[in-house]
C-alpha cells in the first residue's frame, strides 16, 4: 500500500501544545476572574470609592483588635480614683489571663458584672447594640451597662477583712497599706469580713466613699464576688487624654499577703 495513502488514513492528532480545558482548570480559572474582577473594583474607580474602601478595612481591623487583643474602656464614674479620672480612656489587655495566667490581688480589671453586680441584663435593641459597639472600639462609649473596672483584692480562698483595730483591710490576717486609695478615704466605712470561693475574685473602688463595689452586693445573689471566667481583661494603660498617657504598673501593697490558709486569720467565717 502506498504509504501517503496509509498516512492520509489515520486521524488527525491535536498538534496543540496545551491540553484541552478540563472542568477543574476551569473552575480555577472562573475563580481567578471573580477574584481579579473583584480586585480591580476594589482598587480602580474613583477616589472615593478608595477612600471608602480603606475606611472599612481600618474599622474592621479595629473592631478586630478590639474584640480580641486590646479594647478601649471609657471611664464612666469617678469609682477608681485617684489611679483613673471619669473620662480617661484605659487600654484593656484581654491577652492577660489567656495563656494561664490568672487575676492578681492588686490588678485593675474589666469584668462583666451579670450574676454579680447587676442579676438581670438590661434589653437592647438591635441599632443600639451596633452603635454601641463601634463607638466603643474607639473609647467613645462605655462598652456595655454590664461593664465595671474595679481593682482585685481578694482572689480564691482569701479571707477578706475590714477593719483591723487600726482601720486597715487585712487579708489572710495580714493587714494592707493602701497607697492608692483616694486622698482622705479609708479603706471601708462599712465592716465586713469575708472568705472569697475558688474561682471569684472580690473587688472594690479605689475611691472607697464613691464606689458600689464587691461590699454593696454581700447579700445578693452571688454575694458580689466576681466570677473569673466574667473577666474580660487587665487595665494596664492609660491611653487618654495625651497628658495622662502612662502604663498602670502592678501596686506593692500586696507584696506581703501570705497565700489563703497561711496567715494567722485565714479560713474564717463568712461574713
Partial sequence: MDTDAQLASLPER???????EGTEQGSRSARFSRLSAAWGWLTGGGPLRRAGVLL???????????????????????SMEKTLQVGDRVLVNKLAYSFGDAP???????????????QERPEENAVTTV???GAAAVGLMRPSETDY????VGVGGDRV?????????????????????YPGDVPSQVPFDVVVPEGKLWVMGDHR???RDSRDHLGEPGGGMVPVGRVIGRADWIGWPLGR???????????????????HGGGGPHG
Fill in 14 to 20: 491535536d498538534r496543540s501544545p496545551e491540553p484541552a
Fill in 56 to 78: 472599612s478595612f481600618c474599622l474592621v481591623s479595629l473592631l478586630l483588635v478590639s474584640g480580641y487583643v486590646v479594647q478601649p474602656f471609657l471611664i464612666p464614674s469617678g
Fill in 104 to 118: 492578681r490581688r492588686g490588678d485593675v480589671i474589666v469584668f462583666d458584672g451579670t450574676d454579680s453586680f447587676v
Fill in 131 to 133: 452603635i454601641r459597639k
Fill in 149 to 152: 473596672i474595679k481593682r482585685v
Fill in 161 to 181: 477583712r475590714c477593719c483591723d483595730k487600726w482601720g486597715r483591710l487585712e487579708i489572710n490576717g495580714r493587714p494592707v497599706l493602701e497607697e492608692y486609695l
Fill in 209 to 211: 466613699s464613691d464606689s
Fill in 245 to 263: 498617657m502612662t502604663s498602670l504598673g502592678r501596686t506593692g501593697a500586696f507584696a506581703d499577703v501570705p497565700g489563703p490558709g497561711q496567715g
